[in-house]
Every structure is written in structure tokens, then in C-alpha cells.
């Protein structure tokens, strides 16, 4: 009975809890975590015509690209390193990049967890209400404003004295106005 009614509670700003389709506006696509799209353009006779249509520039930090895309507004958003990226969905152009702190040096996961640091998580972002949100290693939450990268707010959310260690290790997620994180 709880996870019925917990379901009816996590529904999109659009007052949708589809599947995701043409947006793919959390990491897991929807708010049901399925990962699993209705796009029926892919099928059994068409998978052997597929093939990329872009490739991005070379991210800045070394090691980076584990983060999932998000794709909302003709946008794809993902984190790499220091960076938080916006590309036009259709071409892989550029269309913004907010850097939260100095690339890492390495790949190493201690990279991002140094105090003080405040790198984007590697697991993404989600997107709401024409805002990018993104958790920090330093255990800061921003919102960027999804077509300029522009901040829009920045907020502390870990424990007060800051404690070494803290920070936002998960993919924000949006649903009715809020944004929860872990």
C-alpha cells in the first residue's frame, strides 16, 4: 500500500508519471526509475540502420563520462569533472558550460571526495522547471538556468559544522516543485 500511494505522490511538474519519450528529464528517464522509453523508432527491422549522429568535444577532465544524460527541451545535460555541460540534442553543439570548481587531476574516486571540493556529482542531473539541478561534493545543491547555465541559486545542504566527507553523492532528482537528494 505505501509504495501505491508513494508512486501517486512522484509525479512530474507536467502532472504526468509516463514513461519517458522524446524527454528523458531524470537519469532513470522517469520518475519510476524504469529507463525504458516509448519511442518506437527502434525496433527488430531498424536497429541495423542505427548509427551516432554527433560526437561531443573531448571533456576537460580526465576520466569523466559516467554521469547519464538528460534530455529535456532539445537540450542533453550531463557532468563531467568539473564541468556541467548543455548541448543541442540535435547537432552536439555546445550551448553552455558552468564549471563548479578546478578539474580534477585524476579519475580517482578520492578526487572527489577532498574537502572543500565542489565537483558535480558523477551520476548527473535533473532538470524541472526550465532549471538544471545538480549536487555538489561539497554538499551544495545549484540550480542553473537550463538554457544559459546561468546560476540561478546555491544552496548548503549537509550538516552544520561542514564535516569532511559530506557531500551530495546521488542524481538530484525534481518532481512537484521540489528536489530531493541523498
Not at 555546445?94 to 572543500?116: C, F, I, M, N
Request: glycine content about 14%; cysteine-free; overall charge neutral.
Amino acid at each position: 500500500v505505501l509504495a501505491i500511494s508513494a508512486s501517486g505522490l512522484l509525479k512530474s511538474a507536467d502532472g504526468g508519471s509516463q514513461l519517458a519519450s522524446k524527454e528523458w528529464a531524470t537519469v532513470s528517464g522517469d520518475l519510476g526509475n524504469t529507463r525504458y522509453s516509448t519511442l518506437t523508432q527502434i525496433t527488430t527491422q531498424t536497429i541495423g540502420r542505427l548509427a551516432g549522429a554527433w560526437t561531443s568535444a573531448k571533456f576537460d577532465a580526465v576520466g569523466a563520462g559516467r554521469a547519464m544524460p538528460v534530455v529535456k527541451d532539445g537540450l542533453l545535460f550531463i557532468t563531467a569533472g568539473s564541468s556541467i555541460y548543455a548541448y543541442n540534442a540535435k547537432d552536439g553543439a555546445t550551448v553552455w558550460k558552468h564549471q563548479t570548481d578546478t578539474p580534477p587531476e585524476s579519475a580517482a574516486l578520492s578526487e572527489y571526495s577532498r574537502a572543500g571540493r565542489g565537483l558535480p556529482n558523477r551520476e548527473g542531473v535533473a532538470v524541472g522547471e526550465g532549471l538544471v539541478f545538480a549536487g555538489l561534493t561539497n554538499a551544495r545543491v545549484i540550480a542553473l538556468r537550463e538554457k544559459s547555465g546561468e546560476v540561478a541559486w546555491d544552496v548548503y545542504v549537509g550538516i552544520e559544522p561542514a564535516r569532511a566527507g559530506q557531500g551530495v553523492s546521488g542524481t538530484p532528482v525534481y518532481a512537484n516543485g521540489l528536489v530531493f537528494i541523498g
